[in-house]
T-cell receptor, first 114, second 114 residues
Framework: DGGITQSPKYLFRKEGQNVTLSCEQN?????MYWYRQDPGQGLRLIYY???????QKGDIAEGYSVSREKKESFPLTVTSAQKNPTAFYLC?????????????FGPGTRLTVL | AQSVTQPDIHITVSEGASLELRCNYS??????LFWYVQSPGQGLQLLLK??????LVQGIKGFEAEFKRSQSSFNLRKPSVHWSDAAEYFC????????????FGTGTRLTVIP
């Protein structure tokens, strides 16, 4: 079955450590996105990539980094510079950069900083 | 600037009752509008979308939504709610410059009582 996988489902890290969240899709989609979800705030865009080897900052990119070396993979690193990293992180993809495409979402990773 | 407002944080309905979830958007041109549903700890699933044409759109799971340009609204409705509809619902508008990502509302949590 085609879809988006995110791993791990739950992630714990100590304050001051970097951590990488995985996002893989086998839908052959060009564009991929990372969102952060906090209670009562909806989803906010962190980074997006419309093509391999290219990515752009979203609305809340500070303290995060990404790479897009392969079409099917878009990992997100939460760095120690992110002041409040505890949140639910969602990865999404669309077939192309055209704005009328719906976004397909992965199951999410819940990150907790101890 | 684009924005989406979901005025109801939490709604409780009885099973079998009708449902209407409100969504208001701010956008200068014809918007691309979406409703997503999220079960606890899961990713988002698309219920329906509006791009153009008929202002009443049908979605999955018996949901429908009506686009009203004069009111800048895109309310979600269901004539008879089932216990399995309990979830969080997000309205979103497509960002039409730069990234093909979505602006999300803050969500409405639906509780269904027997």
């Amino acid at each position: 079955d085609g879809g988006i996988t995110q791993s791990p489902k739950y992630l714990f890290r100590k304050e001051g450590q970097n951590v990488t969240l995985s996002c893989e899709q086998n839908l052959n989609h060009d564009a991929m996105y990372w969102y952060r979800q906090d209670p009562g705030q909806g989803l906010r865009l962190i980074y997006y990539s419309q093509i391999v080897n290219d990515f752009q900052k979203g609305d809340i990119a500070e303290g995060y980094s990404v790479s897009r070396e392969k079409k099917e993979s878009f990992p997100l690193t939460v760095t120690s510079a992110q002041k409040n990293p505890t949140a639910f992180y969602l990865c999404a993809s669309t077939p192309s950069r055209d704005y009328y495409n719906e976004q397909f979402f992965g199951p999410g990773t819940r990150l907790t900083v101890l | 600037a684009q924005s989406v407002t979901q005025p109801d944080i939490h709604i409780t309905v009885s099973e079998g009752a009708s449902l209407e979830l409100r969504c208001n958007y701010s956008y200068g041109a014809t918007p691309y509008l979406f409703w997503y549903v999220q079960s606890p700890g899961q990713g988002l699933q698309l219920l329906l979308k509006y791009f153009s044409g008929d202002t009443l759109v049908q979605g999955i799971k018996g949901f429908e939504a009506e686009f009203k340009r004069s009111q800048s609204s895109f309310n979600l409705r269901k004539p008879s709610v089932h216990w399995s509809d309990a979830a969080e619902y997000f309205c979103a508008v497509g960002r039409q410059t730069g990234a093909n990502n979505l602006f999300f509302g803050t969500g409405t949590r639906l509780t269904v009582i027997p």
